[in-house]
Each structure stands twice: as structure tokens, then as C-alpha cells.
């Protein structure tokens, strides 16, 4: 499985962003799909998974109510829209690939990453 994801840049607190993470490779309905993000001196952490008929979602308490993940099967793309953006939001996100979906929370869990897209908050 190969991911690449996409989207990130500048925004202003309160502003919308949406990544896309793009996937490839023959088992992907086996695989369940995450963000995770790492701001910096920290470690990398949990924000959103779905499995891959999308009908299983989990958020992160900091991103619940504020951050959608969606997957659209005949794209392969997992997207992650972030809305009502704060300051602390500001991170490098990854997308990663994960099996099975109770290890979707899990970063040391993940098969498979995408390389990281810069998200910057500015107040």
C-alpha cells in the first residue's frame, strides 16, 4: 500500500483546511485508513480513522466536532476537513493504513504511511 497526502498549508485560526491522502495498492478494502499528527517536540498522535466502507469513524476529543474524515472508494482518497481551526492545530499530519480496525487509534499499530503535510494555524 502506498499513500500520499496532500492539502496541507497557512491558514488563520477559525479558517478550513481539507487534506487529501491519496492510496494505492490491491488490498485496500482490507485496511482501515487514519490521520495522525505531530506538532513539534512531540510525539506523533491519534486524530481520525475510518474504515474503509466508512461506516466506522473515531475522533480524537481536541478534533470531535470540528474534524471530518471521509473516504471515497472509487477514488481511493481518504480526506480529513478540519474546520474551526485552532492555533494548537498547527502540525505535520500523516495518513496511514492500518488492519483490523481495532488497532485504528494505535500509531505503533499502522502498516503503512504516506509522507507528512505541513498544517500552520496563524492567529
Known amino acids: 500500500v502506498q499513500l500520499q497526502a496532500s492539502g496541507g498549508g497557512l491558514v488563520q485560526a477559525g479558517g478550513s483546511l481539507r487534506l487529501s491522502c491519496a492510496a494505492s495498492?490491491?488490498?485496500?478494502?482490507?485496511?482501515?485508513m487514519g490521520w495522525f499528527r505531530q506538532g513539534p517536540g512531540m510525539e506523533r498522535r491519534f486524530v481520525a480513522a475510518?474504515?474503509?466502507?466508512?461506516?466506522?469513524?473515531l475522533y480524537s476529543d481536541s478534533v470531535k466536532g470540528r474534524f471530518t474524515i471521509s473516504i471515497d472508494n472509487a477514488k481511493n482518497t481518504v480526506d480529513l476537513l478540519m474546520n474551526s481551526l485552532k492555533l494548537e492545530d498547527t502540525a505535520v499530519y500523516y495518513c496511514?493504513?492500518?488492519?483490523?480496525?481495532?488497532?485504528?487509534?494505535?500509531?505503533?499499530?499502522?502498516?503503512?504511511w504516506g509522507q507528512g503535510t505541513q498544517v500552520t494555524v496563524s492567529s
Open positions: 496511514g493504513a492500518v488492519a483490523p480496525w481495532r488497532y485504528a487509534r494505535i500509531r505503533d499499530k499502522y502498516n503503512f
Open positions: 475510518a474504515d474503509w466502507n466508512g461506516s466506522l469513524t
Open positions: 495498492g490491491r488490498t485496500l478494502e482490507t485496511y482501515s
